[in-house]
């Protein structure tokens, strides 16, 4: 028998989070992913009019 996640779990998640499955490893690993600024490359695409 393999645990599942339930739907609802997911929904409830809090924003940048998540849940990580490997075939190799057998649980559930839950992860947050940081926010990082970053420098400004170019310019926001504007339509010529």
Known sequence: MELAVLSAEIEQLRDRTGLLK???????????????????????F???V
């Open 46 to 48: 504007a339509p010529i």
């Open 22 to 44: 490997f075939a190799s490893h057998p649980g559930w690993m839950r992860v947050a992913y940081p926010v990082y600024e970053t420098e400004k490359v170019a310019v926001p």
